[in-house]
């Protein structure tokens, strides 16, 4: 199992997120950082301080060479996906090659409908959802895209200049929904990531995805599979792993430990001393 963290950039002063950062990008067991992408505090106070999750995430690659970095997951009605896909194509550049492209359909209706952001009703969030996938796909890895969708058009769309990552930054994908979501992953992502929960969920919408990728003749082991795992601020590091070895033993390959608030880096030698001892890590990032 590979291991990350998460910080989500709420509630927090930046000088506190990016010291953890700092800290993480000199600390191998872990091998990437993510921030999220919500303009309000999501389950807390909403009107509290919430920094923007793409720029920030922008800053924190500037600050680090080593990690892999990447938005859990981007919202994707709040950018056209060719303004993200540039947006994607820069950081990787910025980065070295170190952008992971995280997605989804988008779910925040507080944020959107205060901003007057289309949001829209299930159906059309991932009829939308899927048509970005293409967008992106086709501007990251193709000289020109000329696309047709419902929520999208573009004539002969260039992007460029492209990442350091070919065909494109590897894709992520989040979201559990078996019908739409688990079935766009299969069809677009390199990376599924499971929102978290308890190991036999996670076992099930796994073969729920490995079902849609037979549909389609696809490998599922092309996707890797990654969890969100909770540090609490009560600091029980034993419990994260007890967690992450219940989802490992059901196929988990990358787990991304949610971090408490308020950022602190004291809290990453502890957890990375008990991930070592755990004997859960994988012998290529030690």
């Known amino acids: 199992m590979r291991f990350a963290f998460k910080t989500s950039p709420q509630n927090t002063a930046w000088s506190d997120m990016l010291s953890v950062w700092q800290a993480a990008d000199d600390i191998d067991v872990f091998e990437s950082g993510w921030t999220f992408d919500h303009f309000?505090?999501?389950?807390?106070?909403?009107?509290?301080?919430?920094?923007?999750?793409?720029?920030?995430?922008?800053?924190l690659a500037q600050a680090t060479t080593r990690l892999r970095v990447g938005v859990l997951v981007t919202g994707i009605h709040y950018r056209h996906p060719a303004v993200l896909a540039n947006?994607?194509?820069?950081?990787?550049?910025?980065?070295?090659?170190?952008?992971?492209?995280?997605?989804?359909a988008g779910w925040n209706e507080e944020e959107s409908g205060a901003y007057g952001i289309e949001l829209g009703s299930i159906k059309e969030r991932f009829d939308r959802f899927e048509e970005a996938c293409q967008?992106?796909?086709?501007?990251?890895?193709?000289?020109?895209?000329?696309?047709?969708?419902?929520?999208?058009?573009?004539?002969?769309?260039r992007n460029e200049p492209k990442g350091p990552q070919r065909p494109h930054p590897p894709i992520c994908i989040g979201g559990s929904g078996e019908k739409r979501t688990l079935?766009?992953?299969?069809?677009?992502?390199?990376?599924?990531?499971?929102?978290?929960?308890?190991?036999?969920?996670?076992?099930?919408?796994?073969?729920?995805?490995a079902r849609h990728c037979a549909d389609i003749?696809?490998?599922?082991?092309?996707?890797?599979?990654?969890?969100?795992?909770?540090?609490?601020?009560?600091?029980?590091?034993?419990?994260?792993?007890?967690?992450?070895?219940?989802?490992?033993?059901?196929?988990?390959?990358?787990?991304?430990v949610y971090l408490p608030l308020p950022h602190d880096p004291a809290v990453l030698e502890p957890l990375a001393d008990k991930i070592r001892a755990s004997g859960l890590l994988d012998s290529k990032a030690r």
């Not at 967008?135 to 769309?157: H, I, N």
């Not at 003749?217 to 029980?236: F, K, Q």
């Not at 219940?246 to 988990?252: F, H, T, W």
């Open 217 to 256: 003749g696809r490998d599922p082991g092309e996707i890797s599979l990654s969890a969100h795992i909770r540090l609490g601020a009560d600091l029980d590091y034993d419990k994260v792993i007890e967690e992450a070895a219940a989802l490992g033993a059901e196929g988990l390959e990358l787990a991304i």
């Open 183 to 209: 079935r766009i992953t299969a069809q677009y992502a390199d990376h599924w990531n499971f929102v978290g929960g308890p190991p036999e969920e996670f076992a099930r919408k796994r073969d729920v995805l």
């Open 40 to 59: 309000y505090p999501i389950f807390s106070d909403p009107s509290g301080p919430c920094l923007e999750g793409w720029v920030t995430l922008t800053a």
């Open 87 to 104: 947006m994607a194509s820069a950081l990787d550049i910025v980065s070295d090659g170190r952008l992971e492209l995280g997605i989804g």
């Open 135 to 157: 967008v992106l796909k086709g501007l990251l890895s193709q000289d020109t895209t000329t696309f047709d969708g419902r929520f999208y058009q573009l004539k002969d769309a």
